[in-house]
């Protein structure tokens, strides 16, 4: 695992930085600044918040690089900073305290150079103070894989269906009441279906109940005398009420509950936008031409005979 880990941190981009770049990116933001780090040396494939070990090796450079800046540092000698601390981390990755001390003394005899001896005594004892000092936290960090505890969970997302013309567009008062009608509707249906089926059923019921008085009848036609038939008289007779009481119970229990659902849909707010309810709307009576001439008569009142005069009557006698 130590070597893949080598293996893998060797193979970052090598391209050194130049001084232009390293005096754009020192005048970014911290964090725009990092992020044009990451992308230069490529890592930010993963995100540098999220990865510990992209982070912290971020972290090192941006913070050399800072360092170096402020201790008034020309841009080549900053940009010679940034590549020589990204040698030293690569290098020193998977070696002891002492090994990398050496290393750091092979390899800074060209940053001398360029440095100079102020400036190469200042960033010296800077890298003491903060990565071998730290040496054994950055080794945890980049010899070893870290544990990535992300939330993964999946959901349904519904999308919403397409919005319907402006034309098509109702109240929601309007919406509201054609909604509930159309359901008090589907209910009549279906109670109607199944009144229909009760129906058929008790009628069902029904002649098969006097089909078997009938043949009850036959069966006792041979021993008819008084008694026998006032027997069967009264027997019959209460049958006959039963059944006329039971169909009567059924239609009063049908007729209420249509009732119900006619009182259903008139109780139910009508918005004005839709006018008055089309409930008491009346059929026009159709008169037949018999009906249509005595309305006439009754219209038309007859002449009232007047009475005659004196002279009229005494003219009459003569």
């Known amino acids: 695992m130590l070597r893949d880990c080598h293996k893998q941190l060797i193979a970052t981009n090598m391209a050194d930085v130049s001084a232009t770049f390293i005096k754009t990116c020192a005048n970014l933001k911290e964090n725009e600044g990092k992020?044009?780090?990451?992308?230069?040396?490529?890592?930010?494939e993963k995100h540098i918040d999220n990865d510990v070990r992209n982070s912290v090796h971020v972290d090192f450079l941006y913070g050399n690089m800072v360092h170096a800046v402020e201790k008034g540092f020309k841009w080549h000698q900053v940009a010679a900073v940034v590549n020589f601390s990204e040698k030293l981390l690569q290098?020193?990755?998977g070696k002891s305290?002492?090994?990398?001390?050496?290393?750091?003394?092979?390899?800074?005899?060209?940053?001398?150079?360029?440095l100079e001896e102020r400036n190469f005594s200042v960033f010296s004892e800077f890298i003491f103070q903060t990565y071998m000092t730290?040496?054994?936290?950055?080794?945890?960090v980049f010899r070893h894989e870290q544990?990535?505890?992300?939330?993964?969970a999946e959901q349904t997302v519904e999308v919403p269906v397409p919005p319907l013309p402006l034309k098509d567009s109702k109240e929601e008062s309007v919406w509201y009441y054609e909604e509930t009608l159309g359901e008090l509707e589907q209910r009549e249906c279906k109670e109607t279906d199944q009144?229909?089926?009760?129906?058929?059923?008790?009628?069902?019921?029904?002649?098969?109940k006097k089909s078997d008085i009938l043949k009850d009848l036959e069966e006792k036609e041979s021993?008819?005398?008084?008694?026998?038939?006032?027997?069967?008289?009264r027997e019959t007779f209460q049958k006959y009420t039963t059944l006329t009481v039971d169909s009567m119970k059924h239609n009063i229990s049908s007729v209420m509950s249509d009732l119900e659902?006619?009182?259903?849909?008139?109780?139910?707010p009508r918005p004005q936008q839709l006018g008055p309810p089309p409930r008491f709307e009346l059929k026009p009576k159709i008169l037949t031409p018999a009906q249509t001439k005595v309305g006439k008569e009754l219209k038309e009142p007859k002449e009232e005979k007047r009475p005659r005069s004196r002279s009229a009557k005494s003219a009459k006698r003569r």
């Open 35 to 44: 992020q044009a780090l990451a992308k230069h040396f490529k890592l930010e």
């Open 261 to 268: 659902l006619k009182l259903e849909k008139t109780s139910l």
């Open 134 to 140: 730290h040496f054994s936290l950055y080794q945890l």
């Open 91 to 93: 290098e020193t990755i």
């Open 223 to 233: 021993s008819f005398n008084k008694e026998v038939i006032g027997e069967m008289l």
């Open 195 to 208: 009144r229909i089926a009760n129906d058929r059923a008790n009628f069902e019921e029904t002649e098969q």
């Open 147 to 152: 544990e990535v505890s992300a939330p993964c």
């Open 97 to 114: 305290l002492l090994d990398s001390v050496s290393i750091f003394k092979k390899i800074s005899e060209e940053l001398l150079s360029v």
